[in-house]
């Protein structure tokens, strides 16, 4: 399995970024995918995390984006975006896709906390 990300960059404050996760040998049938940032000095938050259950797709944000960002993937090129918008400072860090198929189905909002299996290497984001 492996996880790339890319479109990180640098950006003033009420710009835009889309990142993308291609994820290659994962197929992404059930459990969580998410994106996850990393602060300098401060520890991993999950940002925007898709649950799948047999039902359908559930999307869950963390409070600080909400209104601001969006995640989707693309089932046939098998690949996670993160739209954001409205960036601020607070949101540099260094962002992360994850994915893991063990959480259960409509695992919900607890994906946003649940610890993966699978990681990118991350893609930096700066927003000044």
């Known amino acids: 399995v492996q996880l790339v990300e890319s479109g990180g960059g640098s950006v003033q404050a009420g710009g835009s970024l889309r990142l993308s996760c291609a994820m290659s040998?994962?197929?992404?049938?059930?459990?969580?995918v998410g994106w996850f940032r990393q602060a300098p000095g401060k520890g991993r938050e999950g940002v925007a995390v898709?649950?799948?259950?047999?039902?359908?797709?559930?999307?869950y944000y963390a409070d600080s984006v909400k209104g601001r960002f969006a995640t989707s993937e693309d089932n046939a090129k098998n690949v996670l975006y993160l739209q954001m918008n409205i960036l601020q400072p607070e949101d540099t860090g260094m962002y992360y896709c994850?994915?893991?198929?063990?959480?259960?189905?409509?695992?919900?909002?607890?994906?946003?906390?649940?610890?993966?299996?699978?990681w990118g290497q991350g893609t930096q984001v700066t927003v000044s």
């Open positions: 898709i649950s799948r259950s047999d039902g359908g797709d559930s999307e």
């Open positions: 040998g994962y197929r992404y049938i059930r459990g969580c």
């Open positions: 994850a994915a893991d198929e063990h959480p259960p189905p409509d695992y919900g909002d607890s994906c946003l906390t649940y610890e993966y299996n699978y």
